[in-house]
């Protein structure tokens, strides 16, 4: 059974840093493309990062550039989000996701792409 769980999400102020984890099982991971997506609320679910098995493609979406940093470690099933820099806009639920449509969803980072869904963690960004 394919499972997702993310982790490390939580109230910081702006300028701060957080690290998210997803935590995979059930499939493996380095013959996925694995996305992280942010959801605010009233606002469609958009692409933050995306990184493909074997590292040699990586996406970001324009708003995280220069302050999100995706990596992932297959030995330990485990995909990384680290963002630094944060903003009040940055504020959504984030949700970790895998793509069977490896080279698409890494070029695109579009969420209709995705699969397989974890159930998400809030990150708040507000002083």
């Known amino acids: 059974q394919v499972q997702l769980v993310e982790s490390g999400g939580g109230l910081v102020q702006p300028g701060g840093s957080l690290r998210l984890s997803c935590a995979t099982s059930?499939?493996?991971?380095?013959?996925?493309?694995i996305g992280w997506f942010r959801q605010a609320p009233g606002k469609e679910r958009e692409g933050v990062s995306c990184?493909?098995?074997?590292?040699?493609?990586?996406w970001y979406g324009e708003s995280v550039k220069g302050r999100f940093t995706i990596s992932r470690d297959d030995a330990k099933n485990t995909v990384y989000l680290q963002m630094n820099s944060l903003e009040p806009e940055d504020t959504a639920v984030y949700y970790c996701?895998?793509?069977?449509?490896?080279?698409?969803?890494?070029?695109?980072?579009?969420?209709?792409?995705?699969?397989?869904w974890g159930q998400g963690t809030q990150v708040t960004v507000s002083s």
């Open positions: 996701a895998a793509s069977t449509y490896i080279l698409s969803a890494v070029a695109t980072g579009r969420p209709g792409l995705f699969e397989y």
């Open positions: 059930g499939f493996a991971l380095e013959n996925f493309a």
């Open positions: 990184i493909s098995g074997n590292n040699a493609k990586i």
